[in-house]
């Protein structure tokens, strides 16, 4: 066997302590270029408008380019599955939202398993749900709506964005807690689904803020009650569990999620520039003009908070008996 000199084992030594440096090294010095946040819908929804706040935001502090790119297509999984397969050094990010909580329990496949695939970094966005009414409808109340339900099944129908998301499922936990029987109609997004509404060709609507906020103060619909807090542009309006539906929880959000594989320190990195962003005065005004409120989360608090949502709508779907979709 052939002789190993000390300078040699000095010098192996030094070079593995040299790469064991590195990688802390690198996370340290995060972001080391810019910072791609991908948005899996199109540009103008409420989930691009806290990621391009929220972008603005982590440039400024960072000093490092933050760009919004907007990948959408196949329910939002197009966009996951880019972020999946990318590097997983925290310099490509998602920005998630209730649709990749559903999916599990709705698609009959997925290109990834969403709570082993990703990291979770943090809350972004709680987008509240609205229960609105046509005008004509005579009801004024969550008590009222439950009792003319249920002296009318069948004959009552809301509108949705479509199936699956939230503006659906809120209205089937609806059903599902209160025994009630109404027809639902999807739509290709909430704009259609409130004209639907608008024009009396669905009763109700499970509306998300920002859709619901421009009509309520107009006075074109009814707003009988919101989930999970009030808001402040339309503080009148009770929660639902003040209205008559104790228990009742259903809202639509966003958050941020990274490759799985990507360090710790990482992660934390991007959590307290996410938490910095949410908490400054002038993101919670512009959150507000939309109707969403800042979702301020650690790691693991957002963890459990997607783990809750995808068991919580998987219930909701089995209840339901909504169709798997291919």
């Keep these: 066997m052939p002789s190993i000199s000390r300078r040699s084992v000095l010098a192996s030594t030094g070079a593995l302590a040299a790469a064991s440096i590195l990688p802390a090294r690198a996370?340290?010095?995060?972001?080391?270029?810019?910072?791609?946040?991908?948005?899996?819908?199109?540009?103008?929804?409420?989930?691009?408008?806290?990621?391009?706040?929220i972008g603005q935001k982590i440039s400024e502090y960072w000093n490092q380019a933050v760009i919004i790119e907007n990948r959408p297509g196949a329910d939002a999984v197009i966009g996951a599955q880019a972020v999946q397969r990318a590097e997983p050094d925290g310099h490509t990010l998602l920005i998630c939202a209730i649709h990749h909580s559903v999916h599990p329990s709705l698609k009959a496949s997925l290109p990834y398993n969403f709570l082993q695939d990703f990291v979770p970094v943090s809350g972004a966005g709680i987008f509240p749900i609205i229960v609105c009414a046509h005008p004509s409808?005579?009801?004024?109340?969550?008590?009222?709506?439950?009792?003319?339900?249920?002296?009318?099944?069948?004959?009552?129908?809301?509108?949705?964005?479509?199936?699956?998301?939230?503006?659906?499922?809120?209205?089937e936990l609806f059903k599902s807690m209160t025994g009630t029987d109404m027809l639902h109609v999807a739509h290709r997004g909430s704009a259609p689904a409130m004209n639907s509404l608008l024009g009396n060709h669905v009763q109700l609507m499970f509306s998300d803020g920002p859709t619901a906020v421009p009509q309520v103060e107009a006075k074109t619909v009814k707003a009988l009650g919101i989930?999970?807090?009030?808001?402040?542009?339309?503080?009148?309006?009770?929660?639902?569990?003040?209205?008559?539906?104790?228990?009742?929880?259903?809202?639509?959000?966003?958050?941020?999620?990274?490759?799985?594989?990507?360090?710790?320190?990482?992660?934390?990195?991007?959590?307290?520039?996410?938490?910095?962003?949410?908490?400054?005065?002038?993101?919670?005004?512009?959150?507000?003009?939309?109707?969403?409120?800042?979702?301020?989360?650690t790691p693991a608090e957002f963890g459990q908070f997607?783990?809750?949502?995808?068991?919580?709508?998987?219930?909701?779907?089995?209840?339901?008996?909504?169709p798997t979709q291919q």
């Design 27 to 53: 996370q340290s010095d995060f972001p080391t270029k810019r910072v791609t946040l991908i948005v899996p819908f199109p540009p103008g929804g409420p989930v691009d408008l806290t990621a391009r706040q």
């Design 137 to 171: 409808l005579p009801v004024n109340n969550i008590r009222e709506l439950i009792a003319y339900a249920k002296a009318n099944p069948g004959k009552l129908s809301y509108g949705s964005a479509g199936v699956g998301g939230g503006t659906h499922l809120s209205g």
């Design 227 to 297: 989930s999970p807090a009030r808001l402040s542009l339309l503080p009148d309006i009770p929660t639902m569990e003040e209205a008559g539906l104790p228990g009742y929880s259903a809202h639509s959000w966003s958050g941020v999620v990274a490759p799985k594989g990507t360090p710790a320190a990482v992660v934390e990195k991007i959590n307290a520039a996410m938490v910095r962003a949410l908490k400054e005065q002038d993101t919670i005004d512009r959150f507000g003009k939309f109707g969403a409120q800042p979702a301020v989360q």
């Design 306 to 322: 997607l783990k809750a949502e995808t068991e919580k709508w998987a219930r909701v779907i089995r209840e339901a008996n909504i």
